[in-house]
C-alpha cells in the first residue's frame, strides 16, 4: 500500500512539473499577456504573432485591422516602451492589429499614452512611423497586473 501511495505521489509531482514547464513558455496562455495603453489607461493584453504565411492573407482579406505602436529603437536605447493601441473592444474593435513601428527622430524616446499622441508626434515631425506586415492577434484581458 505505501508503494502504491508513493507511486501515484511521484507521478503527480513529475505531472506537475513537467506540466508547468510545458506551460511556461506558451504565449498562447498568460505567458502572452503584456502591458499597452490605450488613451491614457494602462490594460492588460494577450499578445500572439500570427504565423508569416497567415499574416499576408489576414492583411489582403480584412480593411479593418487595428493599429499596435511599439518602438523597437527606443528599447535598443534601453527605453521601456509599452506598446499603444488604437482600439479596444467597444471602440472600433477588431482582435487584429497590425504593427506600426515608432522611430524616434527629434526627440529622445518618450511614452505615448495614445495613439492620438502618436499620431500629433508624427504630424510634428518628431518621430517617424513605418508599418510593418507583422499581425498580432491581442486580446484586452484585464487592467494592468
Do not use: H
Amino acid at each position: 500500500m505505501a508503494r502504491k501511495t508513493a507511486t501515484v505521489f511521484l507521478a503527480m509531482v513529475l505531472a506537475l512539473t513537467f506540466g508547468a514547464l510545458g506551460l511556461g513558455g506558451s504565449p498562447n496562455g498568460s505567458e502572452g499577456d503584456m502591458p499597452a495603453y490605450y488613451d491614457g489607461n494602462l490594460l492588460t493584453i494577450n499578445f500572439k504573432e500570427l504565423p508569416a504565411g497567415g499574416e499576408d492573407a489576414v492583411l489582403q482579406q480584412n480593411s479593418q485591422i487595428n493599429t499596435i505602436y511599439m518602438s523597437d529603437q527606443a528599447v535598443a536605447l534601453g527605453f521601456d516602451f509599452v506598446s499603444v493601441l488604437d482600439a479596444i473592444q467597444g471602440d472600433g474593435f477588431n482582435p487584429l492589429w497590425q504593427e506600426v513601428q515608432i522611430t524616434f527622430l527629434t526627440i529622445p524616446p518618450e511614452q505615448f499614452l495614445s495613439d492620438n499622441d502618436v499620431l500629433a508626434a508624427f504630424a510634428a515631425g518628431e518621430i517617424d512611423l513605418t508599418v510593418t506586415d507583422e499581425v498580432y492577434r491581442c486580446s484586452v484581458v484585464g487592467p494592468k497586473k
